[in-house]
């Protein structure tokens, strides 16, 4: 057998019956589905099972709630295909996805593939393109595998990936089980240790689906940026014990990374949410052990301009000219977004 779809399903009685009827209507049929209703508490167990019984080649697997990475792997233990591709239980599998991926691993043979994919929004589908180009390009060069990988956080999403089976880790990640966010990241980056080819083609094969929720709770914002500091740790370290990365591209990684944690307090300072809660979320982080260990590995002192100026407030709790610089700076990418919707 070609493929395995892997379905972690949990609570997503509102959009699986869209999501399931993408993948049982591919035009290439040589694939099995798997469904890992994750404990559920709505009708999305019953829809799985629903589907299972009209289609002989979906299994359904109930357990109790242990999050994506245990779904994904208890899918990988029961699957039998020789590629696995995973779908996000809200999203949309474009209908010849499969017999696009088919004809290029017939043509190439490589250990992965990872395509683009658009996002679903009201006002229509909208490409979101990971690349500068739109080639097609097969990678063996480990280097370079990893630089093209860690480029765009776009290249981590598990759901644009059908990769080898017997490339991924099934044993040993009970660690990673409690991870809500952020555990694409480290899926990835295992698969892409364990690859030695992987192709990229710009073909739209997944539709993605945004969780509309304009407010966040200060534990799910504190979480978001663990994950954020950890991961950039996590690059650095695998880039220091590498021999395919100089000393000079280690700097260099290092240096974005601290850039783009500095960018992603606009996220914080831009919540709809009060002073306050900004200013709780902002004091939590700071004080997290995570935060401090990355400050002291990657350090600040090669930033210029507003990321440094940004550092500079935040660890001054500086937090209302903070915010309002943040404010002042995301009006014009608001207009952008508003013509871009008009448009």
């Excluded at 994506?68 to 029961?78: F, H, L, M, N, S």
């Excluded at 017997?166 to 980056?189: A, C, K, P, V, W």
């Excluded at 304009?214 to 994950?227: D, G, M, P, T």
């Amino acid at each position: 057998m070609r493929f395995s779809i892997i379905v972690p399903v949990f609570n997503s009685q509102k959009y699986l019956r869209k999501t399931l009827n993408s993948v049982t209507r591919q035009s290439f049929r040589d694939y099995e589905i798997i469904l890992i209703d994750d404990g559920s508490t709505d009708k999305s167990g019953l829809i799985c099972d629903e589907y299972a019984k009209n289609n002989e080649n979906i299994t359904v697997i109930h357990k109790q709630n242990q999050g994506q990475i245990a779904a994904r792997t208890d899918g990988v233990k029961k699957a039998i295909g020789e590629y696995i591709v995973f779908v996000d239980s809200d999203d949309i599998l474009e209908p010849n996805a499969l017999e696009v991926l088919n004809k290029k691993i017939e043509q190439y043979h490589p250990d992965g593939v990872i395509y683009e994919s658009s996002r679903m929004t009201a006002h229509g589908l909208i490409r979101v393109h990971s690349g500068a180009d739109f080639k097609e390009y097969l990678l063996t060069d480990k280097a370079a595998l990893y630089r093209e990988i860690l480029s765009t956080s776009s290249h981590c999403a598990v759901w644009k990936k059908a990769f080898k089976r017997s490339l991924f880790t099934t044993s040993g990640l009970e660690h990673l089980f409690n991870l809500r966010i952020g555990e694409d990241f480290y899926q990835t980056m295992d698969l892409i240790a364990n690859a030695s080819s992987v192709l990229f083609i710009p073909d739209d094969l997944y539709n993605y689906r945004n969780n509309p929720s304009s407010v966040l709770h200060r534990e799910q914002v504190a979480s978001r940026f663990k994950i954020d500091f950890t991961s950039a740790l996590f690059v650095v370290d695998l880039m220091r014990h590498s021999p395919f990365f100089t000393e000079d591209d280690i700097k260099e990684q290092a240096v974005l990374n601290v850039s783009e944690i500095a960018w992603k307090l606009e996220d914080i300072s831009n919540l709809k949410t009060s002073y306050e809660k900004k200013k709780e979320i902002f004091d939590k982080i700071k004080t997290e052990p995570y935060f401090v260990e990355f400050i002291e590995k990657l350090g600040t002192a090669n930033l210029s301009g507003k990321e440094k100026e940004m550092y500079e407030l935040f660890m001054n709790s500086d937090y209302r000219k903070l915010i309002r610089k943040e404010r002042i700076s995301s009006i014009p990418k608001r207009i952008k977004h508003l013509i871009a919707v008009i448009l």
